[in-house]
């Protein structure tokens, strides 16, 4: 679902927008449990790697390293 994977994206500190027409975003009460969910895992640091300075970075779509 693409709302979800935005939504992911999103709660891993890339946002990549609102879904396009005729898709609808993730409504707030899921999206908040979802992120509930993610924090008890510690999602961010799951998906991410600390750079030299210490700062949690993703990958993003094009390859190279985005600060979150």
């Keep these: 679902n693409v709302a979800t994977g ?3 994206m999103r ?3 890339l946002d990549c927008g609102p879904v396009r027409l005729p898709l609808v975003d993730l409504p707030k009460p899921q999206y908040d449990a979802m992120k509930k969910e993610l924090d008890k895992i510690d999602f961010k640091k799951i ?6 300075y210490g700062e949690m970075q993703i990958r ?6 985005t600060a979150i």
């Design 11 to 13: 709660i891993a500190g």
């Design 6 to 8: 935005k939504a992911i």
């Design 60 to 65: 993003n779509a094009y390859g190279s390293w």
């Design 47 to 52: 998906v991410g790697i600390r750079n030299y």
